[in-house]
């Protein structure tokens, strides 16, 4: 008897396309397109603001600082407000709009840097317009999705989104080095604009979507969303879990990083190379979920986040840059794996109706520490020195996984997923073409609370 190590060679290309089934649905296909060209227009924006704000006239370092600010800012501002209008209008609607003020904002903001007209308030202003569209836009995702695709191949959707996330991580900044160094800022924000000009496009294709449930009022549909969240042990759980990570492990791992790198790796292209290395990682980690199903995949996520902690323990331990840059690479596989199946879950398990209130608390939660973290790496470092606050946040980072792991809610919450989502959430069988029929099911479960 002779073990298999590999499949035979006229079964492999039938693997290969069953773990792109997502990539069947036409629908999916359509939004793939406009969100990775979407999230490739955004890879390049940061750089090129950077630049631009820096050689505008009062520009420096401290109005970069304050771009960005009045971006986060804005964001933070109108998420609960974008998964309210979500649950309400239905994602593509919402999503649609506010691509719209992305796409004129950085429109506008083209104009004025290649006319050489900018000032910095505009530049804030339009930030701020930016964030507001980024904000309204992001509770509409995990919303959107399960209505594009059959629930057994949902996984596989996230995964490749998840990829899409990851290039434009690597490549975005890359081309908009490039675009600089042959043009100028304004021309990459003009691309970024037509980024989101080629979303709202892949978005109008798409049918509306019907809302799930009429509105009661804003404080209302809000404490609805609250009482959802809160009632699911592992999803505050693991939300708090990432956004103490966030303040305590990744905000100095992104401030004290490229100081330790000057110091020790050889500087700023060290430190791309450790940035790149860690959105390879995402692309790797990604392929490798794809046609994967785990049975505890809360668990299987919450154990991933542990490579976080990988990086930021081989920048305090001094060791050399082929090490700094494996560690990055091992970190960018297990935050693919922690997001995708995080995301998965949390669109199986939570009522449509309430999808785009849970997204926007678990942004906020996630993300709410993490300005504060970035302004106190710094002062808290010049304390207790850089090596010994990262290493503090890998202590951190491997007790909380521990204890998250530990929680009944998370451990023993079984992937639900096998029994399907909620029959609204597939796209209904008259809408489906071709292969699309052969893979759809509709299956009704009810939503068990933890």
């Not at 903001?109 to 904000?135: D, K, M, P, Q, Y």
């Not at 596989?333 to 995080?342: H, K, N, R, Y």
């Not at 491997?398 to 023993?412: D, E, G, K, Q």
């Not at 809408?431 to 029929?437: I, K, Y």
Request: hydrophobic fraction near 55%; charged fraction near 15%; aromatic fraction near 6%.
């Amino acid at each position: 008897m002779t073990l298999r190590t590999r499949p035979p060679a006229a079964l492999r290309p039938r693997a290969a396309a069953h773990r792109l089934r997502a990539l069947r649905h036409s629908r999916f296909r359509r939004f793939l397109v406009g969100q990775s060209t979407s999230l490739l227009g955004s890879g390049m924006n940061t750089i090129a603001t950077t630049f631009a704000v820096l050689q505008l006239p009062g520009g420096g370092v401290d109005a970069v600082g304050v771009v960005m600010a009045a971006r986060i800012l804005a964001v933070l501002a109108v998420l609960l407000l974008g998964g309210v209008f979500t649950d309400r209008l239905g994602a593509r609607a919402v999503m649609l709009t506010a691509d719209l003020l992305r796409f004129a904002s950085q429109g506008v903001l083209a104009v004025l840097l290649l006319t050489h007209s900018a000032r910095i308030w505009e530049v804030v202003a339009l930030a701020v317009v930016l964030g507001i569209g980024e904000g309204g836009f992001s509770p509409g995702l995990p919303a959107l999705v399960p209505g594009l695709v059959p629930a057994d191949d949902l996984a596989d959707a996230n995964s490749l989104l998840q990829i899409a996330q990851a290039v434009a991580s690597v490549a975005g900044p890359g081309l908009a080095g490039l675009l600089i160094a042959v043009s100028d800022a304004g021309t990459v924000v003009a691309v970024d604009a037509v980024s989101y000009g080629v979303s709202i496009l892949a978005l109008a294709g798409l049918p509306l979507s019907q809302p799930a449930a009429p509105g009661r009022g804003l404080f209302t549909d809000l404490g609805r969303g609250w009482k959802e969240f809160t009632s699911r042990t592992w999803l505050w759980a693991t939300t708090l879990h990432i956004s103490l990570f966030n303040f305590v492990l990744w905000a100095p791992f992104l401030v004290l990083g490229p100081t330790l790198a000057q110091q020790r790796l050889g500087g700023a292209r060290a430190w791309g190379l450790v940035l790149a290395l860690y959105g390879i990682g995402s692309i790797v980690g990604g392929l490798a979920l794809l046609g994967r199903k785990p049975s505890r995949a809360l668990a299987w996520s919450m154990a991933a986040s542990a490579a976080w902690a990988v990086p930021a323990a081989a920048l305090a331990a001094r060791v050399p840059l082929a090490w700094v840059g494996a560690a990055a690479l091992l970190a960018g596989g297990g935050a693919a794996v922690c997001e995708t199946l995080l995301t998965t879950v949390i669109q199986r398990e939570v009522p449509a109706e309430v999808r785009g209130r849970i997204s926007a608390f678990g942004s906020l939660g996630s993300f709410a520490l993490g300005p504060l973290g970035l302004a106190l790496a710094g002062p808290v470092s010049g304390v207790m020195g850089a090596d010994r606050l990262l290493g503090l946040g890998v202590l951190w980072q491997l007790t909380a996984v521990a204890v998250v792991l530990a929680l009944p809610s998370v451990r023993r919450h079984d992937a639900k997923s096998h029994r399907g989502c909620s029959a609204r959430d597939d796209p209904p069988r008259d809408a489906l073409s071709g292969t699309d029929q052969h893979t759809a099911e509709t299956e009704t479960h009810e939503v068990d609370k933890v």
